[in-house]
């Protein structure tokens, strides 16, 4: 009975020429129509990221509540690729040289019906609640290391101006008219909803009521003219664009949901509200009663921080990486696309899509009580721990649960035990009173295995460290650019592990200094085991990077030696001369990564007593 009707009120004063033909050219993205301001070299062709640049962005966060740790997990695994990428990148000299190859955007999310009402229920005015809650995502961020080039909020004036002119852009293309619009209208989830999206439930008074079906948030029937995009004529631009680039959409289960999406019906889509229910946020240009949907406001930032409408945005355009939720998938898959499509540019370069956390088995939500606080989890397992954490057991393809135990767990045994433990054992004056990086020693092992002429030391399972390490800087490499950080850290965590074994097959400290034959080998498990480190901790940069920072130092190595380009493992093996051998360590400061779980070190006092 209830249905969404999208009726068209004849020509409106402000309708474009109609039709539009969205195809592919015959060298990739074209449109066929005039008068679109895309531009310059971005309109035809695939996206090109091939000069090193790269743009990353985050969802922008809604401020109608503060932040919680699926919030941060979004905005750090994008920090992640962004780091990874500065340090694959030769930087140009100058005094930001980071910010100049690759961009990192985040920011709020601060107009829309939700932020309105929210700002009413807690009795401020939408612009005290955007500061409040704005500021806190800031701190967040801040705090969690977060190495953003940017922060927006839909508030600011750089914003209003971007999306005027692209609203104005899809005008002038006849993309927009004004109709009817009717139908379902979830608050909460700013968006629209088919019948077949509704259910009706028991509200908290016991009333059945409608709710979207899928986050379960109440929904209002809405009937009023809006101004609508034509969304229903990019159906096939959109399903050739996934066709054309099957990474645009990763991981690929997501790509084939939004190609399952394209098969359903796509009807047009409402842009605006009447501004007599929604107040806050950005007027239609020309036309003061109606207000801009929030998600057309809040899409367009992406081309804000790269300097939209300025010609600036072309060369940073086709390098964008878009890193978001499973939930937000349709606006940025679909009606994103769309909308870039219609304004004569080419579809975002990468979109990575990523689950959710829940908190022992549920949903967090602020009604179940259940929402953890960022901030006290970083506090409670440090910076790098949290960020380890996060990102070792989040795995984009499905949800994760967190509880606090699998935390400690995790981390005591990953980064204090394992790698801690290593650093400090092959670092330690008993093994090393020279506190020098030793020798490597080719005799002991050369670079064939199997030649078993004495002195040789090294054995099949130590070859097998060597051929693990080397490999890893491309494993991960693979791993980062398939939106796989999860198992870049269990490929390094494998390798620590592998480390470990190899020290404790050599044991070092059963060797004889006063030897000559022992003291080379002693000091050649050492270089390779250092050697180790400094792999390691240069491929943890992007993730624990204060952590990977006090490593990389304790083994004396400089600021300007810990880009990918450095990496080359055991130069000495290969032949080649190690810019390390024979350089003072760095100074001890203490333990890398402290236990979080005192219990066995208080079992062991009690134990010894
Ligand atoms: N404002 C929109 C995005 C507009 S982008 C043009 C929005 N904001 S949000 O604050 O609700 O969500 C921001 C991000 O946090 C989304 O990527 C969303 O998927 C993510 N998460 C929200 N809850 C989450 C979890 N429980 N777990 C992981 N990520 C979660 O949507």
Redesign the pocket.
């Known amino acids: 009975m209830l249905r969404a009707v999208l009726r068209t009120l004849g020509h409106s004063a402000l309708r474009g020429p109609r039709q539009q033909v969205f195809a592919l050219g015959s060298r990739g993205w074209c449109n066929g129509g005039g008068g679109g301001d895309g531009g310059g070299e971005g309109r035809c062709g695939p996206p090109r990221a091939g000069d090193g640049r790269a743009c990353f962005t985050?969802?922008?966060?809604?401020v109608?509540a503060a932040?919680?740790?699926?919030?941060l997990?979004?905005a750090l695994l994008a920090d992640a690729l962004a780091r990874y990428r500065r340090l694959g990148t030769e930087l140009p000299q100058g005094p930001d040289p980071a910010a100049s190859l690759v961009r990192f955007s985040t920011g709020?999310?601060e107009h829309g019906l939700k932020i309105q009402q929210a700002a009413a229920a807690a009795g401020l005015t939408p612009s005290e609640l955007c500061d409040r809650v704005s500021a806190q995502f800031r701190a967040l961020f801040q705090e969690a290391g977060i190495s953003v080039t940017d922060f927006l909020r839909t508030t600011e004036a750089r914003h209003r101006r971007a999306v005027y002119h692209f609203w104005e852009v899809l005008r002038a293309r006849g993309l927009l008219y004004k109709g009817l619009y009717e139908g379902w209208y979830c608050a909460s989830d700013?968006c629209f909803l088919p019948e077949g999206k509704v259910a009706w439930r028991p509200g908290p008074d016991g009333e059945s009521r409608p709710v979207a079906l899928e986050s379960g948030h109440p929904v209002c029937w809405t009937k009023e003219e809006n101004y609508i995009f034509r969304l229903s004529q990019f159906r096939d631009p959109l399903r050739q664009w996934l066709q054309d680039d099957p990474q645009a959409i990763t991981p690929d289960p997501f790509r084939h949901t939004v190609l399952q999406w394209l098969e359903e019906d796509l009807p047009d889509l409402s842009v605006s509200r009447g501004n007599s229910h929604l107040y806050w946020g950005l007027p239609v240009p020309g036309d003061p009663t109606q207000t801009i949907y929030?998600?057309v406001d809040?899409?367009v930032?992406?081309l804000t921080v790269i300097g939209y409408p300025d010609s600036e945005h072309k060369v940073w355009w086709p390098t964008t990486h878009h890193?978001?939720?499973?939930?937000?998938l349709k606006?940025?898959a679909i009606y994103?696309p769309a909308l870039l499509l219609g304004a004569g540019m080419t579809p975002p370069h990468r979109i990575y899509v990523?689950?959710?956390?829940?908190v022992h088995g549920q949903?967090?939500s602020k009604s179940l009580g259940n929402v953890v606080d960022p901030l006290t989890c970083l506090d409670r397992f440090t910076v790098d721990g949290f960020r380890y954490f996060l990102l070792r057991q989040?795995v984009p393809n499905w949800?994760c649960d967190y509880y606090e135990q699998k935390v400690v767990k995790l981390l005591d045994a990953e980064l204090a035990d394992a790698l801690g433990g290593l650093l400090n054992r092959c670092t330690a004056s008993s093994l090393n009173p020279t506190g020098i990086f030793p020798v490597f020693s080719t005799s002991c092992f050369p670079s064939m295995e199997g030649v078993t002429v004495a002195p040789t030391k090294a054995q099949p399972e130590d070859y097998a460290l060597v051929r693990s390490v080397s490999a890893l800087p491309l494993q991960v490499k693979s791993y980062y650019e398939n939106f796989q950080i999860y198992k870049a850290l269990e490929a390094v965590s494998t390798c620590v592990r592998q480390t470990n074994g190899f020290v404790q097959r050599n044991a070092p400290w059963k060797l004889n200094r006063e030897n000559l034959a022992d003291a080379q080998w002693m000091d050649t498990v050492l270089h390779v085991t250092l050697e180790c480190l400094r792999v390691f901790g240069t491929l943890l940069q992007p993730v624990t990077p204060a952590l990977a920072d006090r490593l990389l130092s304790r083994l004396g190595i400089s600021e300007t030696e810990r880009g990918l380009q450095d990496i080359g493992f055991l130069a000495r093996y290969y032949g080649q001369p190690c810019p390390f051998e024979g350089r003072r360590l760095g100074p001890d400061t203490g333990l890398l990564f402290p236990r979080l779980d005192k219990s066995r070190a208080r079992l062991a006092k009690v134990h010894s007593t």
């Open positions: 985050t969802p922008i966060f809604y109608n932040p919680h740790i699926g919030h997990y979004s709020t999310d700013e929030v998600w809040a899409l930032n992406y890193i978001i939720g499973k939930d937000i606006f940025h994103w990523h689950s959710h956390w829940t949903k967090m989040g949800d």
